[in-house]
């Protein structure tokens, strides 16, 4: 385990030296709320509402700083283990003493600690700016921070997977695609998932896209035990769930390898 936890602070340190290519994508961040606030303003003058799916407009453009901070602070996972297929590097990664999907897991979560960091500093700056506070409770922060790790694990088991696809497809960029957009619309990074039809809310509060994103950022505005104990239960769940397609594919992958010579 101290090999991996020192692969992830070297992945740190990495980011830390070019932190100004980490530090542009807070213009983007910055661009990115001050859109939304201007249209949710609008939303909520319009419908006359106090609350859109149990959000106030200051919450609502919590929960949009919060997903937009976790889905920008995501590395090219499914592009670097592509590269690493197409290219043969992974042959070399697999003589190494170290399990390859560890070795990325743990790298990623390196980028992503420093990624996310500076991400939700501008968010909280530009939010506490745009709308000011909310009411966050101690419990609801501990419980976020409990649900964030996880959420991104489990980010990086749907990216690795869609990267391992390089060994049976020629270009897997459509994929990454899809990926992405998918997270958008079903994980709720644009809205919340409440505003969604009712009958929609079991099946996609179900997926693991929601656990990434909705979850952690609807916890954060709005702190229910129940909510929260469901969220934790659904991460868990899909983790294992994932972490095993994972190792069957990533198992059929390495064979393939070393039939054929490469």
Request: charged letters at 15%; one cysteine or more.
């Amino acid at each position: 385990m101290k090999k991996y936890i020192w692969i992830g602070l070297t992945a740190d340190r990495s980011n830390l030296v070019y932190i100004g290519e980490v530090a542009s994508r807070g213009i983007f961040l910055f661009v990115i709320l001050y859109i939304f606030l201007q249209l949710w303003r609008v939303t909520y003058a319009e419908t006359n509402a106090e609350q859109l799916g149990g959000l106030t407009l200051s919450q609502m453009i919590w929960y949009l700083g919060i997903t937009e901070s976790i889905v920008l602070s995501n590395p090219p996972i499914a592009q670097e283990v592509d590269h690493d297929v197409r290219t043969g590097a992974l042959a070399v990664q697999l003589i190494r003493p170290v399990s390859y999907p560890l070795y990325r897991l743990w790298t990623a979560l390196g980028d992503r600690i420093v990624r996310f960091s500076l991400n939700i500093s501008v968010t909280v700056g530009l939010v506490l700016l745009f709308v000011g506070l909310i009411p966050i409770s101690l419990t609801s922060l501990l419980l976020f921070l409990i649900a964030l790790p996880r959420a991104f694990v489990l980010d990086f088991l749907g990216n690795f997977l869609v990267g391992l696809a390089a060994f049976w497809l020629e270009n897997t960029s459509g994929l990454m695609l899809i990926y992405g957009r998918i997270m958008m619309i079903l994980g709720g990074m644009l809205l919340p998932l409440d505003l969604l039809p009712n009958e929609w809310h079991p099946l996609l509060k179900a997926l693991p896209f929601a656990s990434i994103l909705y979850g952690p950022a609807r916890l954060f505005v709005n702190t229910d035990l129940a909510f929260a104990s469901k969220l934790l239960l659904k991460q868990g769940i899909a983790i294992s769930v994932l972490g095993l397609l994972v190792a069957c594919v990533y198992n059929t992958a390495v064979k393939r390898i070393h039939a054929n010579g490469r």
